[in-house]
């Protein structure tokens, strides 16, 4: 299924698009897209449906916000090895971890502000991972599959003097208002038989800057979870971001085209859909 969420921010309401582009009402489903709609059973509950029976929307003109009401966002840096090489930075030896204020998420095509005072913002094409059940002290990478819910894209937008160059921990660079563009759409686990076999792709005002393999991820999908497990509890609704291939604008020779207002962003990974931010002045 293609889980998707549209309408005004703040009062978006729950769809689902059909294998044939068709938009259907879900509102007579579920109520939303969120942590208590996954841990009732929901994905069950809407595998049930006759989807044909389902009203149509009219899409012309309708915003898509993100997918999910997301719970916390854990985040995984310098998990794929052509970006750590582009950065100078040695491979991990274990996930580095950090966490992304949930209100950082925006729709698949709502504008991305630069921070006040910013120079420095930077894109990141991710894969995202959204949690179905509760994971907690997992012991292998057989569960942690078995409590994915689902993945979507999500552009993890950061500012690098914020991240690296004020002292503390990398959260101030990463959840800055808008920095999470999230979607277009929740795409069901069954649907995705390999997250370790996805391109990504992300264009900056045309230009192509990233072009990577989430087979070249350091630490795959199912031991994020499973190391994550060991560490905090998981809840339904959560969202993993898993980091991002080589191309980011840190990565780039003098001088590095960091995002300025009026720049737009592409983002795409295969089957999971497109993004579209235009860049603003916060």
Known sequence: MRLLRVGAPG???PALLDETGLLRDLRGVVDDLDAAFLAAGGLSRLAAVTVDELPVLDSAGLRVGPPLRPGKIVCIGLNYRDHAAETGLPLPVEPVVFLKAPDT?????????????????????????????????LATAEEALTCVAGYAIANDVSEREFQHERGGQWDKGKSCETFNPFGP??????????????????????????????????????????????????????????????????????????????????????????????????
């Open 185 to 282: 759409w929740l795409v069901t686990a069954d649907e995705i038989p390999d997250p370790q076999d996805l391109r990504l792709r992300l264009r900056v005002n045309g230009v192509t800057r990233q072009d990577g393999t989430t087979k070249n991820m350091i630490f795959p999908v199912a031991e994020i979870v499973r190391y994550l497990s060991w560490f905090m509890v998981l809840h339904p609704g959560d969202v993993i971001n898993t980091g991002t291939p080589a191309g980011v604008a840190m990565g780039q020779p003098d001088p590095k085209p960091y995002l300025t207002a009026g720049d737009v962003v592409e983002v795409e990974i295969d089957g999971l859909g497109r993004q579209r931010q235009v860049v603003a002045q916060a």
């Open 105 to 137: 998420v925006v729709g698949p095509d709502d504008a991305v502000l630069i921070p006040r005072g910013s120079t420095k913002t930077d894109w990141e094409v991710e894969l995202a991972v959204v949690i179905g059940q509760q994971a907690r002290y």
């Open 11 to 13: 009062r978006e309401t």
